[in-house]
């Protein structure tokens, strides 16, 4: 008995002749009934079906059996559905590292996005540190990761370029640039500045000395090992000031003002790139990067 078997007796109860479930499937009427024929008598010569010359009933025995062949044939047909749709990257499990502390609007959106799009992809999200992310990536353990920067930051790995944020100074209230719309980087000299040991913590502190290098500029920087809630807590107090990434202003009631911060060219931006192993095989990733890509 197999699948074949059972597609012609659901088909020959669901039609009620032998003839007319052929005509269905496209086979000859022969083939249908030699076929339950030989189900009935694997089963010991059970009758399945009542013939007839008006047609073919089911006896109770068939009723029963048919009801349990329907499931069978539903569970198959649903699992190589899914089988598909997994190979061709639209079902299965995609785990996606990220920084702690970073909650990008731009990631978040197009994570909703893809969920509604591709509802039989289970996205886990892991929130580690940077190193943890790479290795994870390395060993497979990660199919992507979100991070700060510029393709080929890892050499290692292949990546692409997403969105790009726009970089803020969190002031306490009181401090004279709280008065400015938009602060300087030439204005921030002679600041202490609070960055956290915590990603993406070493990227503010490059992106600081590449704009604060000078000798005159005098930068002080302090790392601490705390949460980006509780530096923009430290700023409140008046124990420096901090860069943030631009989701950081959505954080509210902790007593700082944010304000952009600019260059000659303008806001200073922080790019996001996602980046993965070569040899991934995961049909589902490609499908989540180009989710993540800015539409033009």
Known sequence: MDLRHLR???????????SAAAHELNVRQPIVSRRIKEVEDELGGIALFDRSTSGARLTPTGEEFVTAARR???????????????AAGKAGRLLVGFYKSLSSGGFRAALRDFRAQYRDIEVELIEVPFVELIAGVLSDKIDIAIILGDTGKCNVLSSVALWAERLVV???????????????WPELKGERFLISHHDPGPDIRHILLRHLAAPSDHPQIITRRLSRESILSEVADGQGIALQCESAVGLSGL????RPVHDGNGATRLGYIACWKPGNVNPAREHFIEALKPRS
């Open 255 to 258: 007593g700082v003002v944010f």
């Open 170 to 184: 969190a002031l306490p209230k009181g401090h004279p640039l709280t008065e400015k719309p938009i602060i300087y």
């Open 8 to 18: 012609y007796i659901v088909a020959s109860a669901r039609n009620g002749s032998f």
């Open 72 to 86: 069978i044939i539903e569970d198959v047909d649903r699992l190589a559905e899914r089988t598909k749709a997994s």
